[in-house]
T-cell receptor
């Protein structure tokens, strides 16, 4: 089944303790992206990657890192989490950059709810 | 950069009625406008999209209209059913594949409740 898999689904941690949220897609997509969802603010892009070893900042990159060493994986790293990073995080992928082809929709994972105390 | 505003933030309708969600965008270069539906505990899923060279697109009970002059686009759901209850997001994307403006900018979301 074609899907974007994020792990873990839920994570509670303390300020300053490094964590990684994994994301993997099995559709051979070039484009991958991380978003955070906060009430009233919709989905805001953190980082995106247009291909292996190619990453770029989105709207809200501060406090986050990503890597794209393989096409299928795009982990999100919080080196020193803070309470303002408490949020619902989504990984997404598409064949190409969204909008370049009509058959290249953005596929989302089921989310990771992160709480930083 | 692009700014997308979405209204209303919550919408309650009776089953069988129509629902309309509206979005405005700021960047006149935006050329792709998708709509996503997010069910409880799941990620958003694309339900319909429209490009700037088209004014309206329909898919069964859902339709999207685009007014480029006014820079707004709307989602219309007819004959609503309880399973339409979800959070809906609009988005806009400017630019082309090779430029820096590659990201989708999302609206704040609309929680639609369809009462049986």
């Amino acid at each position: 089944e074609a899907q974007v898999t994020q792990n873990p689904r839920y994570l509670i941690t303390v300020t300053g303790k490094k964590l990684t949220v994994t994301c993997s897609q099995n559709m051979n997509h070039e484009y991958m992206s991380w978003y955070r969802q906060d009430p009233g603010l919709g989905l805001r892009q953190i980082y995106y990657s247009m291909n292996v070893e190619v990453t770029d900042k989105g709207d809200v990159p501060e406090g986050y890192k990503v890597s794209r060493k393989e096409k299928r994986n795009f982990p999100l790293i919080l080196e020193s989490p803070s309470p303002n990073q408490t949020s619902l995080y989504f990984c997404a992928s598409s064949l190409l950059v969204p909008g370049t082809l009509s058959n290249s929709p953005l596929h989302f994972g089921n989310g990771t709810r992160l709480t930083v105390t | 950069g692009e700014n997308v505003e979405q209204h209303p933030s919550t919408l309650s309708v009776q089953e069988g009625d129509s629902a309309v969600i509206k979005c405005t965008y700021s960047d006149s270069a935006s050329n792709y406008f998708p709509w996503y539906k997010q069910e409880l505990g799941k990620g958003p899923q694309l339900i319909i999209d429209i490009r700037s060279n088209v004014g309206e697109k329909k898919d069964q009970r859902i339709a999207v209209t685009l007014n480029k002059t006014a820079k707004h686009f709307s989602l219309h759901i007819t004959e609503t059913q309880p399973e339409d209850s979800a959070v809906y997001f609009c988005a806009a994307r400017a630019g082309t594949y090779n430029n820096a403006g590659n990201m989708l900018t999302f609206g704040g979301g609309t929680r639609l409740m369809v009462k049986p």
